[in-house]
């Protein structure tokens, strides 16, 4: 670790152990305090006056970030230079949403007109099925796109795709992922071979639950249809063209992509095209458009301003100074659905390592566990730890200041003060005192009140951020997902990692590969430790 940065962390602890953690207190004392800590982007808002930062806390992440030198990496990111440095490869996601008159150059060559030129291949095949130009064998039009991929050929897409719900007048959408056959078998019952396409997703085309889903999708089209109408009932997304080929899908219908676009970060590419084909040519384009607008922010905007910057900053605070282990994202809003789970992918794969880019074991934690659901509903689940389990769990909440229902405007309503409530609620907490004068005031005897006063204390002091857009359409959604990517992409500077690279997901698939002749009964399971060898004896009994 630089010495600087070691310095700028030792500073920020100082600072930790002596820093005010009322904070109740903080609001009564500063009216300010929304103002000093929020920020805007356009109909974008993120406040982080409840999590227990100070002047002092943003001035010294400040330096961190200065020390460890974020700036300088994000200039590199985006110029193209070799960042990702195990893979040997730019890191490039942006060029995917860049103006189309940009410059982005990587190897000596400026990548942006060959984005276009596939956005453009991809937006004329979609108009196509989108208005039953394009058929399926028997002259039917496509009434159901399944797409196939898993990882960032599947999360990115089935995020998007169920988040734009509102905007989605094209071919019904379906994912398969899991290897499991009851996914592809349930997905596929319910539909008619004639009138679907199915999308075959895979960066590297070599995943195997992606391309035993495929064999599996390709007999079932083969065997209703015939093995010629193959080809007019498959697409390919894939940066491996030559490995497409052998699949017999016509080179008019693959779409491909770079080395430089890593699978979680790739939705603004091919693996997109499920969502250009549900929500048109036109939404897409404004989805990176979003995108665009927080690239742009993410370069300019003052680092205090900088909503990407001190997400980041504030994500750092609370997994290595405060030391939290875990952060909740809970959007207020249905139609996020699949954002946490996606942004699981984004920010675990990405910065969960124990290495620094040099390879030297890292001296601070790492990415937190990510996880989350929907508001209102976690309140009925989880919410009880947030509010008064013994870990503290910062929380990020998103909400819209507008819904696509106008005529349900109470539940929005509701909605509304219900993510306001929580984060209130976490705050604040209750005292004992508080606790036992409710008690009291609702007519219960001095005695009781004594005794269950201490099973409605709330701590408070949680920390959480609230998200606040306007409504959830396509530019809001890129721009959202791009203030995660940059968030992610600032966690890892500061913690010296190579956000890029997914190595940890490799000795299970080795693994995996090995035992795969075992469960089939090819080979025996001596020589494996004994508690692999004695489950799969127990399986190989249970299946008779
Ligand atoms: O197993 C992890 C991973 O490599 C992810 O990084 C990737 O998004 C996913 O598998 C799918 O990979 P592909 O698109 O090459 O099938």
Redesign the pocket.
Known sequence: MKPSVAAAIEALRVHHASSPRDMRAAFAEDPQRFARFSAELDDLLLDWSKCAVTGETMQLLGKLAEAAGVEARRDAMFAGEIINTTEHRAVLHTALRAAPDATVSTGGQNVVPSVIEVLEAMGAFADAVREGETRGSTGKAITDVVNI?????DLGPVMATLALAPYHDGPQAHFVSNVDGAHIHDTLKRLDPASTLVII????F??IE?MTNAQTARRWIAEALGEDAVGQHFAAVSTALDKVASFGIPPERVFGFWDWVG??YSLWSAIGLPIMLAVGPQNFRRFLDGARAMDEHFREAPAEKNLPMVLGLIGYWHRVICGYPARAVIPYDQRLLRLPAYLQQLDM?SNGKRVTSDGEPVQTPTGPLVWGEPGTNGQHAFFQLLHQGTDVIPVEFIIAAQAHEPDLKVHHDLLIANCLAQSEALMRGRTLEEATAQLIKKGVSATDAQALAPHRVFPGNRPSITIVHRILDPFALGRLIALYEHRVFMEAALFGINAFD?WG?ELGKELATQLQPVVEGKEDASGRDASTAGLVAAVSALRG
Do not use: N, P
């Open positions: 991929g898993i990882g960032g050929s997703a895979s960066k590297t070599t995943t992606t699978g979680r794969e997914q997901v």
